[in-house]
């Protein structure tokens, strides 16, 4: 039946329109590269780009403290508010709780990843996956929520602690100084906990996709050649799975680095990056400062990015 | 690893790999108890009773309704916008080489590469900026600009397993562009397309951190929720919208494995 139409449509004598313009496409095909392209990137540039380079010029931009109007003019002093000890302190904290829930992430998630990739087979290995997959899609707001719920003084931590006799263990770790506080949900080892949970999923995948791809002949190889499997593991399989190790913290660091939510939740009144960015652009109608702070995660990130990259991260992405 | 098949996992990986995922399930599962918790004032476990009248009030409540479709409304509008800006540049990425575009495609994953505040602030301001007043539509111009990225994912991959010879064989055939589309492209690529804009839904209905900004005074569901974290006011409530809101986000993402689960690339790996 389209074949009927074609071939009528081919005859050179009278060509509709909707020929033409296909054929067009066909002589010119940069013609319809552009044409696909443009809608894609006129989005993204107008919304997305000029909207981050509007929030950039605007960090150049200084507020005037008596007024509190913003000054227009290009000044670096925005940047050099940074420096204030009370930021940088906002600034080091963020960083250290991204490294430390990154490095907790790579740790939890290394075992899950390695069983499944080399021990998991057939219904256990879609099984895995799924297990995976749902936690990593399911509610951000929900997942927090369920660690309000736990984490709770009459909720199941508490009651699985005072059941195993252990509610002494959590009493002396909430003593100590900087992790503690005066319950889980009010410390920064509850935002810690809370971000690990939330984050650590996104690392599972790329580990799994690094693992799968060391060939089995090499592991023959390393054991032919005498090395006990703890060797092997060392050597030759840990080195391989380190670029998954480092795509997957791509994700963890990134997105312990801009969050807002989970510490404004569970956590003590110390601000995080997110906060602070959250705060100067609200409340305090800061907007040069705000913009200022959102710059350090994108320098970071930026600088995080090129490591990975040289490391190969991106192939196992 | 086939060489693996006859070696039992070692005790020790057994366990570190089912504490783990036990981590990731326990919590989740809660919520599903909490819902029909008896108890309307603490997060009190074991729970004294189990009861299903929260989820009738929960029906009833207006507020509720609202903002379920409200959330609906933004995540469907930008999906659509998101299919059609996802798979154009997808068909243009990986249908040519062609100068930038290694910066192409690192334009479309940056939405979501940067921390999301980020672009939830930049939006925020360009309004202020442009003095653009806040509506469903600033909320869909967010949610579509990083939903793009998960169909562009989706049908770059597949247009990759595609050949391209078989578009030139449907040319050689007489079709026309159009119908070369129609008949040999979109049936190629569309189950591709079906799970990146299930994927997009999903992100979108549960997306916070940039609608905090863009939304102004209205409410999806994710800013009723977060409304609630913050000062809770009507426990049994938020119990049961946080188990609806679960199911709601884990149908598309279990639809979305059972249609690619055969391919090489299964869906939902990145988000």
């Known amino acids: ?56 010029l605007q960090s150049f931009f200084s507020i005037d403290e008596f007024s509190g109007l913003i000054n227009r003019e290009f000044t670096l002093k925005t940047y050099g508010e940074l420096l204030a000890p009370s930021n940088l302190d906002i600034i080091v904290r963020t960083v250290t709780m991204a490294a430390c829930v990154t490095l907790a992430s790579a740790f939890i998630a290394f075992p899950i990843a390695y069983y499944a990739a080399r021990y998991a087979r057939g219904k256990w290995k879609a099984l895995f996956y799924l297990g995976v997959m749902l936690p990593l899609w399911s509610s ?32 002396a770790w909430l003593g100590l100084p900087v992790v503690g506080g005066t319950s889980l949900s009010l410390s920064l080892s509850g935002t810690f906990i809370v971000f690990v949970y939330v984050w650590m999923p996104f690392m599972i ?6 693992l799968e791809r060391v060939p089995s002949n090499l592991l023959e190889a390393s054991s032919d050649l005498g090395a006990s499997p703890g060797q ?24 312990t680095l ?58 196992a992405l | 690893m086939r060489s693996d098949r006859n070696h039992r996992a070692p005790l020790a990986l057994k366990i570190a790999a089912g504490a783990g995922l036990l981590f990731m399930h326990v919590p989740i599962m809660l919520i599903f108890v909490y819902a029909f918790n008896v108890e309307d004032r603490t997060y009190q476990w074991p729970p004294p009773g189990l009861t299903t009248q929260w989820l009738a009030v929960t029906w009833n409540r207006p507020d509720v309704w609202q903002a379920l479709t409200l959330s609906v409304k933004v995540a469907s509008i930008s999906t659509a916008i998101a299919m059609v800006l996802g798979t154009l540049c997808a068909a243009a990425v990986s249908g040519s080489r062609f100068f930038g575009r ?25 309004f202020s900026l442009m003095e653009i007043p806040f509506s469903t539509w600033t909320i869909v111009l967010g949610h579509a600009t990083f939903c793009i990225v998960i169909v562009y994912n989706n049908a770059v991959a597949r247009f990759r397993r595609t050949s391209g010879s078989i578009v ?29 804009g299930m994927l997009a839904f999903a992100l979108s209905f549960d997306e916070v951190i940039v609608t905090t900004f863009t939304a102004g005074q209205q409410q999806t569901l994710p800013i009723w929720m977060l409304e609630e974290l913050v ?24 639809i979305a494995y059972y249609l690619t689960r055969d391919g090489d690339q299964i869906a939902g790996m990145g988000k």
């Open chain 2, 231 to 254: 000062r809770p006011r009507q426990l049994p409530v938020t119990n049961v919208v946080a188990m609806v809101v679960v199911t709601v986000t884990l149908l598309p993402i279990l």
């Open chain 2, 102 to 126: 290694e910066t192409i495609s690192l334009l479309v994953i940056l939405p979501i590469a940067l921390p999301g505040i980020i672009t939830g602030i930049s939006l925020r301001s360009a």
């Open chain 1, 205 to 210: 995948l790329p580990i799994q996709a690094a």
């Open chain 2, 168 to 196: 030139e064989a449907s040319m050689d055939l007489g079709a026309d562009a159009f119908q070369t589309f129609r008949y040999v492209i979109l049936p190629n690529i569309g189950t591709a397309l079906l799970v990146g």
């Open chain 1, 140 to 171: 951000y707001l929900v997942k927090i929520y369920a660690w309000k719920l736990i984490l709770a003084k009459e909720g199941i931590l508490n009651w699985v602690m005072a059941k195993l006799h252990l509610t002494w263990l959590i009493e």
């Open chain 1, 1 to 56: 039946m389209t074949l009927a139409t074609v071939d009528r449509s081919a005859e050179p004598a009278i060509l509709p329109s909707r020929s033409a313009l296909s054929d067009l496409f066909w002589r010119r095909p940069k013609f319809l590269l552009v044409l696909m392209l443009l809608p894609p990137v006129l989005w993204l540039g107008i919304v997305y780009l000029g909207s981050l380079l509007a929030l950039l």
């Open chain 1, 258 to 315: 801009g969050d807002y939510i989970i510490p404004q939740i569970v956590g003590t009144s110390r601000f995080f990056i997110g906060q602070a960015v959250y705060a100067h652009q609200g409340t305090a109608g800061n907007i040069p400062l705000a913009a200022a702070f959102s710059v350090v995660p994108i320098v970071i990130m930026m600088v995080y990015l090129w490591g990975a990259k040289r490391m190969g991260a991106f192939d």
């Open chain 1, 232 to 255: 092997t593991f060392r050597n030759v399989i840990f080195p391989l799975a380190l670029p998954g190790i480092v795509a997957g913290s791509i994700f963890t660091f990134s997105l």
